[in-house]
Structures are given as structure tokens and as C-alpha cells.
């Protein structure tokens, strides 16, 4: 099982980046697929969540209305484009498929988005 994680950079505070995270191994269509972050010092937070059946997407409260979680299964990657970045924004973004089993829980290796002037 992979996930690959891409698209980070640095950005200017109200600027935009888009993330991918592709999947191989397993079947991308039956695991929920998530995004996370993880500022420096801090806890990993949960960002998103894009359910396995399609659909449905939630999101974390601090990144409502300026970012946007999507999925392909037929390319089993999903997306999370960032609007309006923040400068709190800032953090490792990490991918994580869940599937059914405990056991089935996956993540990449993240990508850094850094907003700053």
C-alpha cells in the first residue's frame, strides 16, 4: 500500500495551492480517504474526510469555505485545493485511507505547505 502525496510549496498569505495524494495497492473506492496537518509543536489535525461511497464530504471548521476535498477513484487520487491560505495554514498536509478493518488504515508520507510573505 502507497500513498504519495504532492503539490505543496510556499505561498503567499491569500494565495492558493492545490494537493494531490495518489493511492496504489488497494481499493481506493472502498476506504474513506482523508486529508490531516500537523504544524510544528502541534497535534495532527483533522482537515477533511471524503467518504468511501461519494458524495459526502466534511470538513474541519477552520478550513470551511476556503478549501475543497475532492476524489477520483478512477484515478484513486484524491485532491484538496486552498483558497484564501493562511499563515496558520501552514503545516505538513497528510493523506490517510480507512478502510473497514481497523487494520486498514494508511497514510503518506506528507507535503509541506508553507503561506508566508
Known amino acids: 500500500v502507497q500513498l504519495v502525496e504532492s503539490g505543496g510549496g510556499l505561498v503567499q498569505p491569500g494565495g492558493s495551492l492545490r494537493l494531490s495524494c495518489a493511492g496504489s495497492?488497494?481499493?481506493?473506492?472502498?476506504?474513506?480517504m482523508s486529508w490531516y496537518r500537523q504544524a510544528p509543536g502541534k497535534e495532527r489535525e483533522w482537515v477533511a474526510t471524503?467518504?468511501?461511497?461519494?458524495?459526502?464530504?466534511n470538513y474541519a471548521d477552520s478550513v470551511k469555505g476556503r478549501f475543497t476535498a475532492s476524489r477520483d477513484n478512477t484515478k484513486n487520487t484524491v485532491y484538496l485545493q486552498m483558497n484564501s491560505l493562511e499563515a496558520q495554514d501552514t503545516a505538513v498536509y497528510l493523506c490517510?485511507?480507512?478502510?473497514?478493518?481497523?487494520?486498514?488504515?494508511?497514510w503518506g508520507q506528507g507535503t509541506q505547505v508553507t503561506v508566508s510573505s
Open positions: 490517510n485511507a480507512r478502510g473497514i478493518s481497523v487494520r486498514d488504515d494508511y
Open positions: 495497492g488497494f481499493t481506493f473506492s472502498n476506504y474513506h
Open positions: 471524503m467518504l468511501r461511497g461519494g458524495g459526502t464530504t
